[in-house]
């Protein structure tokens, strides 16, 4: 793909020698039927056609080439570049799909697991999930758990290796042990 571009530039600086060149041409012949008119007395037309006009096939075919290499050399810089954006956005699209994916297992494995539990566990997981290291006194208002119910549940929940509980200071905070 960089070669592509070098490519492309190299074209373009042949185009522009090529074009340089053509002018350079067109000039001195100017400059010669000029000379040549002079010496011929003024005469500017030679069997029914100006001397001028006859010299300007060359410089259109000139012309006409150096549009075509200016125009592939740009094209090969652009396509250079739309090709970069290509790769990025199927890189993007595939690592969303991984991540989508990766969040569908984790989904399926999550809901998989809620069906082996009671309500009240499944209360309790569902709310450590959406904020793991949740404090047990948020979790008992989220699950309208009494403290005695929702530490018997936390106390099962960590025997099945679902949770753990953090003692900080008073406070304990319960987080999720098994990745979902």
């Given at each position: 793909m960089v070669k592509n571009k070098i490519l492309g530039i190299i074209l373009i600086l042949i185009a522009l020698i090529f074009l340089s060149s053509i002018i350079i041409?067109?000039?001195?012949?100017?400059?010669?039927?000029t000379v040549l008119q002079l010496e011929s007395g003024g005469e500017c037309i030679k069997d029914g056609v100006c001397i001028h006009e006859q010299s300007n096939l060359p410089?259109?075919?000139?012309?006409?080439?150096?549009?075509?290499?200016?125009?592939?050399?740009?094209?090969?810089?652009?396509?250079e570049?739309?090709?970069?954006?290509?790769e990025k956005?199927?890189?993007?699209?595939?690592?969303?799909?991984?991540?989508?994916?990766?969040?569908?297992d984790e989904d399926e494995k999550f809901n998989f697991l809620l069906k082996a539990l009671n309500e009240d566990e499944k209360k309790i997981i569902k709310?450590?999930?959406?904020?793991d290291g949740i404090e047990q006194s948020t979790l008992r208002i989220r699950t309208d758990l009494?403290?005695?119910?929702l530490s018997v549940v936390l106390s099962e929940l960590e025997k099945k290796n679902l949770i753990k509980k953090v003692p900080i200071g008073k406070k304990n905070r319960i987080y999720i042990k098994t990745p979902f």
């Open positions: 041409f067109k000039m001195q012949i100017s400059k010669l039927i410089v259109y075919i000139g012309v006409g080439i150096v549009f075509l290499t200016l125009s592939l050399g740009l094209y090969l810089i652009f396509f570049k739309s090709q970069e954006y290509i956005t199927q890189k993007e699209l595939i690592s969303t799909l991984h991540e989508t994916k990766k969040k569908q709310s450590v999930k959406e904020q009494s403290k005695a119910k």
